[in-house]
């Protein structure tokens, strides 16, 4: 009789093994499901093409050959417009940034005149992706002679409402007894800024800065738009133009795309908490 | 070190009017409290002061100097928040050097210079602070390794280490358990005796008002109520709102008409209460108070409607088994004083060194005056405790109108060697009328019945 | 009797710091408003100016016409085929994109030895721009070097979802990560009464943590719907808009309107594309602001 029991545990025991192992299965057959079309970048890439396609496009690489990516760096260019990217993409970053927190703090600590339509221009300009305003901004930039230029590139994209509004939040999360003691401790705005506000606010304002990294180092329209000369093509761009070689040099191509995406990689691994909270929290273009 | 003055200082926000015509001298050395509920413009008085809201009317004064349109930062004063406000991200003794860093002090010896610190001077002095209140070993941590204790003294530190000439203290004790409470409240204390230094101190608690403060200023609705050391304010209340705020049990009060018919009285349901002339509350004019509205005291006169207080620590009450048999004159005399109210025992709270006798009153006590029948002095007044209470207190005067219609109870204090009666018995109280406290209904203010029956008599 | 112990917070941060407080504000602002002025506002001008103008064939000179040429450009075949080929790419994209994410964060929310290594890879698709996915996915279903050599983009009854396919991919990261965060923010309190009420793990999910969730579902839905009227770069890369203008979407043709001669009507599909952003954005813009205010994170 005593042996009932002990069954009935083995039973639920073995139930809770096999429910674990199904989820398991479930867990990895999406992972597959979403790491496929990469590792299939990294078969192609890898691959001589030539070869791949006379061996009938297997799913695992062929004749590897790793000078693909020297290739795709040098011949494809993709060196010189990571170049472009990276610099297009530090200065939108840290604009960004650097803008919006200076106007979260007049938004957040600050009174002053019209405070509120300025408040509301700003929110306004949410409605005005880069898509809508493409067509006047790109003959601004002709008429400013700033096409192919570092200008011309990240110009629109120095300020950030999305930014000023999430950094906004943070700097009136600060509690009010804070700014008393500050006062109180004769900080002015200059102190107060860089020593409480910011300090107190990392978390928001690092996590705006992943997303504003992810959305600078992505743009696609805006430079395809303002960079008519190969010399200023951005790595998005590139890898574009690349895919549309013949299919003999399609490693390339993808050797390309790889790169490209190997800073995001970095920041997926780094940051991928500040990742998190940032596109949830704003949900820019990925 | 200096005197703080409000000068009919008055704050409104827009219609609200949070602080209302205040008038208050805090002295040089002194620790003052201001006492009162939640939302009375106690903190609101305090963050002017400081500097962090605008008066929008009246003159502050620190020391001399009028201080209206100075920056928090040169008043010279510290704060300790309720919350503490210490920056999270810093450490102990960044925290504690905050106010160093872009205030210009006094710096030691030079005569008294007044400059901005270097960087040692800081040092030096964020290691006496954190020597004097025991901080030397967390000076490195942020504040979020330390327990709430620890935080309250850095926050201390913190205002101590600028040498201000006034302490603001914003509740700075709410934070705390209760033990802890106890243990700060006895180093503040000690703080302000080895230093010196002004301290205005904010709080809800009257028992922290009554065991720190050298004085308190009570405010009800932006208004100063009365301001006096704390055995004056509690042993004198200017009004009901400061009678009623201060002790635990708040004081029993009881409304009533005044009667003056054979003798000051007061009428309370169908009984006299009365008020024998006793030398006690002469105190009133001693200069200890300053009841703002003392002036407003109105006539003691016939059919005027009060308010009768007392404390439940000053009543006895002989009930029960005792009663039985004997009689009123034999309850007088075991207690020393006239009988005041007779009652039935509602509940009993039972707290280790006390107990708190809750007694619903419906009847006079035995042998009252019945002075609107004019039926004759002495004759006993038997009401049973099986009367329904309300009935008695609801419609047992025909005269009707002084008391409410709602049930009326007083709280009686028994220590803990006194044995308590059962729920249900009918008891008596009894009180030394010095103790009593007599309140116009309308105003709230204190009347002084004895010093009024000595004039009536002298009239 | 007033209920307050300190001032509001509007009145009470007045006199913090020393006067000039105007100046110094719109110091701080004024790098953003000159961005805004430059690159949102004055564009915003300039479009409602050459809405009104039509230009010669030539792109050499151009004339008032008022509103004319909004009626005629938002009636054109071209206009209307560019709107609904975006407003197709969204209605494959969005539906696709929730149930996804929903699948992927509840099959992630649970509490599994390695669970975090799953968390990330489901996340990774972020990491992949949409060039790299649109290449991505030129590797999977290109006709003459995909792995599947389906003939979908080349067939225009097919084209526009096989470009769509690269979208729903490389949103799948986003769809998880804002569904878990959901997921996550639903309190365990009501799960477990839930539990003790009775309900199996499916009625749970479906009476519990779907109504919870729908706040969520908004944002996702706003986002992707965003996202979907952007669509681009894939179309460039996979497409170029063909087969026979199948895969045209609006922001496709608002690009390739930039022509002189067009600019009339380049404007007035970009003010028709403001319509449809801007009242996504004033749904974002009042998510965004209740979920800080009730803080869920």
């Not at chain 1, 506000?197 to 705006?208: E, G, R, T, W």
């Not at chain 2, 609200?16 to 509920?37: I, N, R, Y």
């Not at chain 2, 209340?237 to 409304?255: C, D, S, W």
Request: aromatic share 8%; with cysteine; proline share 5%.
């Amino acid at each position: 009789m005593s042996a009932v029991p002990a069954s009935r545990t083995q039973v639920h025991h073995v139930a809770r093994r096999a429910r674990t192992a199904g989820w398991y299965l479930l867990l990895t057959a999406l992972a597959v499901i979403i790491l496929f079309p990469i590792y299939m970048m990294v078969v192609r890439a890898l691959s001589t093409p030539v070869t791949y396609f006379g061996r009938g496009s297997p799913l695992y690489p062929v004749d590897v050959e790793w000078g693909v990516f020297r290739a795709a760096w040098d011949e494809g260019g993709i060196g010189r417009s990571m170049g472009v990217s990276t610099v297009a993409t530090l200065l939108m970053t840290g604009g960004q940034v650097v803008t919006a927190i200076l106007a979260a703090y007049a938004f957040a600590f600050l009174r002053f005149p019209l405070r509120r339509l300025v408040f509301v221009l700003f929110i306004g300009t949410l409605m005005l992706p880069i898509e809508v305003t493409l067509i006047p901004n790109v003959q601004t930039m002709r008429d400013l002679h700033w096409l192919n230029s570092f200008p011309g590139l990240v110009g629109p994209f120095l300020a950030s409402a999305l930014g000023t509004f999430l950094i906004h939040q943070g700097f009136r999360a600060i509690p009010t007894e804070l700014l008393d003691a500050a006062s109180l401790d004769g900080y002015g705005h200059m102190r107060f800024l860089t020593r409480v506000a910011v300090p107190l606010s990392k978390p928001v304002i690092a996590s705006f800065t992943v997303i504003a990294f992810l959305g600078a180092w992505n743009q696609f329209i805006w430079p395809e738009a303002v960079s008519t000369e190969t010399h200023w093509q951005t790595v998005q761009i590139g890898v574009a133009a690349l895919s549309a070689t013949t299919p003999d040099h399609s490693n390339i191509a993808f050797a390309g795309a790889i790169v490209a995406s190997l800073p995001l990689v970095v920041l997926l691994v780094a940051f991928q908490r500040q990742l998190v909270r940032g596109l949830t929290a704003g949900a820019v273009k990925g | 070190m200096a005197s703080v003055t409000l000068d009919d200082v008055t704050k409104r926000y827009g219609e609200v009017v949070a602080v209302d015509h205040m008038s208050l001298a805090v002295e040089d050395g002194e620790l003052m409290v201001l006492l009162g509920p939640s939302g009375c413009g106690k903190t609101t008085a305090l963050r002017m002061i400081a500097g962090l809201e605008d008066a929008t009317e009246g003159t502050i004064r620190i020391g001399d100097r009028v201080v209206n349109d100075v920056e928090p930062r040169h008043r010279d004063v510290s704060m300790v928040f309720q919350n503490y406000a210490l920056y999270p991200h810093l450490t102990v003794e960044k925290n504690i050097a905050s106010p160093l860093l872009a205030r210009e002090m006094h710096v030691d010896g030079e005569d008294g210079a007044v400059r901005k610190l270097s960087r040692t001077e800081r040092k030096e002095r964020v290691n006496d602070v954190a020597r004097l209140l025991g901080l030397e070993s967390l000076l490195a941590r942020k504040p979020s390794a330390l327990s709430g204790g620890q935080r309250q003294r850095v926050a201390l530190a913190r205002a101590i280490v600028a040498r201000p000439k006034v302490f603001l203290m914003d509740e700075p004790l709410s934070n705390l358990d209760a033990k802890l409470r106890v243990q700060t409240r006895g180093e503040i204390v000690d703080l302000h005796q080895r230093l010196g230094t002004t301290i205005i101190y904010v709080t809800h608690d009257q028992v922290e008002a009554l065991t720190m403060a050298n004085r308190i200023a009570l405010i009800e609705a932006g208004r100063l109520q009365q301001v006096g050391d704390p055995q004056s304010v509690y042993d004198r209340p200017a009004n009901l709102f400061v009678a009623r705020f201060l002790g635990t049990p708040p004081m029993n009060t009881v409304e009533g008409t005044i009667t003056t018919t054979g003798g000051l009285g007061v009428r309370i349901g169908g009984v006299t209460v009365s008020l024998p002339p006793t030398p006690g509350d002469s105190r009133t004019n001693d200069g200890k108070t300053e009841a703002r509205a003392s002036a407003s005291v109105g006539r003691i006169e016939q059919g005027r409607p009060v308010v009768l207080g007392i404390r439940s620590e000053h009543l006895q009450m002989l009930g029960g088994a005792m009663q039985e048999g004997g009689s009123s004159e034999a309850a007088q005399v075991a207690s020393g004083f006239e009988p005041l109210l007779t009652g039935t025992v509602a509940h009993v709270e039972w707290l280790g060194h006390e107990s708190l006798v809750t007694v619903a009153i419906g009847s006079g006590p035995p042998g009252a005056r019945d002075g609107g029948t004019g039926s004759g002095a002495g004759s006993s007044v038997a009401i049973t405790s099986s009367m329904p209470t309300d009935a008695v207190i609801g419609t047992g005067d025909s005269e009707g109108g002084d008391v409410p219609g709602s049930r009326t109870t007083i709280e009686v204090r028994l220590g803990a060697d006194e044995q308590s009666p059962r729920a249900g018995a009918t008891v008596t109280l009894f009180a030394d009328p010095r103790h009593l406290h007599l309140f116009d209904l309308a105003s709230g203010q204190r009347l002084a019945w004895d010093t009024h029956l000595q004039a009536a008599a002298s009239r | 009797m007033t209920l307050w112990t300190r001032a509001p917070a509007s009145t009470s941060r007045r006199r913090r710091f020393s006067g000039k407080e105007a100046l110094i504000a719109y110091a701080c602002l004024l790098p953003s408003i000159v961005v805004f002025a430059v690159f949102a506002y004055y564009p915003l001008y300039a479009l409602v100016q050459e809405a009104l103008r039509q230009s010669n064939s030539f792109g050499t000179a151009s004339r008032y016409v008022g509103f004319s040429q909004f009626s005629s450009v938002l009636s054109s075949g071209e206009f209307l085929s560019g709107l609904a080929h975006s407003a197709l790419y969204v209605v494959f994209t969005v539906p696709v994109g929730l149930v996804a994410g929903t699948v992927l964060a509840v099959s992630a929310h649970r509490r599994l030895r390695g669970i975090k290594i799953f968390q990330t890879i489901f996340t990774s698709t972020v990491a992949t721009s949409t060039a790299v996915s649109s290449v991505i996915f030129f590797v999977l279903i290109n006709p003459e070097v995909g792995i599947f050599r389906t003939n979908i983009l080349n067939d225009p009854r097919w084209a526009l979802l096989g470009v769509s396919f690269s979208s729903m991919w490389a949103n799948l990261g986003l769809c998880f990560i804002i569904v878990l965060a959901g997921l996550q923010a639903v309190p365990d309190e009501l799960i477990e009464a839930a539990t003790l009420d009775g309900f199996g793990a499916f009625r749970r999910f479906l009476r519990v943590t779907l109504p919870l969730l729908s706040p969520v579902y908004l944002f996702l839905i706003v986002v992707l719907s965003v996202f979907g009227f952007q669509a681009y770069a894939q179309i460039v890369v996979l497409t170029q808009g063909g087969p026979a203008g199948a895969t045209q979407t609006l922001v496709y043709d608002i690009f390739n309107s930039q022509t002189p001669n067009l600019q009339g009507v380049g404007a007035v599909m970009s003010l028709g594309l403001l319509v449809v952003t801007a009242m996504a954005a004033a749904v974002q813009f009042s998510i965004l602001q209740r979920r800080v205010q009730y803080g869920t994170r």
